[in-house]
């Protein structure tokens, strides 16, 4: 079998026989559960796979990967987890932050689990604390939720006559509160207000991004978040439509045409992840695995979408910028 159609069957159900094929060999099975999309994450995928190699190992090679996929619908997770665990697969790997991790933990306390892009594991209950997880989790932290207040400075500091923000949240999402919470103390502290507006679905984004005009938002905050992150399109160009200055946490977003993002790498953590997968894979125990938090934080500004909006980018921002584009 050519290694494009094996990869190719592990995406499937028809990856079942050569599961249960490796099942019966020494070849392990690493499960792959992400509350993302696969057509928008292929950067990822990619980088995970690179960082399995670092480790020492290749899809295809002395390794399998069965993927499940919710695509932004966190309802489907257990259910997702479930089928992996009976798969009984060598490692679970999560993807797609805390509703992918916290799925794998209540299908499983037996089977070794890393997370990817989980936001402040420690605070919202994943693992008992950073430096010792504990039990059967630990992974890869995103940032923590002080970036959500970081978001909120660099904001104001493009609209200095800001009276009011939004700040997008998922309410599905276990370590949306957290975030939040940070926000608004930012603002605060900023002497602004804040409005906390929730979105779900597709329906409610575009219900959203309709509404902004009309609470007299000036602009708009946009976290990580993986229901968000797969819809990163949409939210990009409803936030053109509105012409409202948004900021999000990944750089993604900018590459995709928003104005601004605050945050770390996202296709990194997943690579970090994947040496941890390799780590377990080779005998160690994920609670002696400390929580690996991310160290260096980038601004990446578009210039070109700055233009549309009517925004002269401040010389501030600019000089502080890791990434500018034209």
Request: hydrophobic share 50%.
């Amino acid at each position: 079998m050519k290694r494009r159609e094996f990869i190719t069957l592990l995406g499937g159900g028809a990856a079942w026989p050569l599961l249960a094929h490796a099942q019966q060999s020494s070849t392990p099975v690493i499960g792959f559960l992400s509350s993302r999309s696969p057509g928008e994450s292929a950067g990822v995928v990619a980088a995970f796979r690179q960082g399995l190699g670092e480790a020492g190992f290749v899809e295809g090679q002395n390794a399998l990967v069965a993927f499940r996929w919710a695509e932004g619908h966190y309802d489907r997770l257990p259910a997702l987890a479930a089928e992996l665990v009976k798969l009984r697969v060598a490692v679970l790997f999560t993807a797609g932050g805390p509703p992918a991790a916290f799925a794998a933990k209540a299908a499983t306390q037996t089977i070794p689990i890393v997370f990817s892009a989980a936001l402040d594991p420690d605070r919202i209950g994943l693992v008992a604390s950073l430096n010792r997880p504990g039990g059967n989790v630990t992974g890869m932290s995103l940032m923590p939720a002080e970036v959500a207040a970081k978001s909120v400075q660099l904001l104001k500091r493009l609209l200095p006559a800001a009276t009011l923000i939004g700040y997008l949240m998922n309410p599905s999402n276990p370590g949306a509160p957290v975030y939040a919470s940070e926000a608004s103390a930012a603002a605060t502290t900023l002497g602004i207000a804040i409005r906390v507006i929730n979105a779900s679905t597709e329906q409610e984004l575009d219900e959203v991004f309709a509404s902004l005009p009309t609470w007299g938002v000036s602009g708009l905050a946009v976290p990580a978040e993986p229901f968000f992150d797969s819809e990163r399109d949409r939210i990009v160009a409803l936030a053109a439509r509105q012409a409202v200055p948004a900021i999000y946490g990944l750089r993604e977003y900018v590459v995709a045409g928003g104005l601004m993002s605050y945050g770390t790498s996202l296709p990194d953590t997943y690579r970090r992840a994947a040496i941890y997968v390799g780590r377990v894979l080779k005998g160690e125990k994920p609670a002696d695995l400390p929580v690996v938090q991310p160290t260096k934080y980038d601004l990446v500004l578009n210039i070109k979408t700055a233009n549309a909006l009517g925004l002269n980018m401040p010389e501030q921002l600019l000089a502080l910028a890791d990434e500018v584009i034209e």
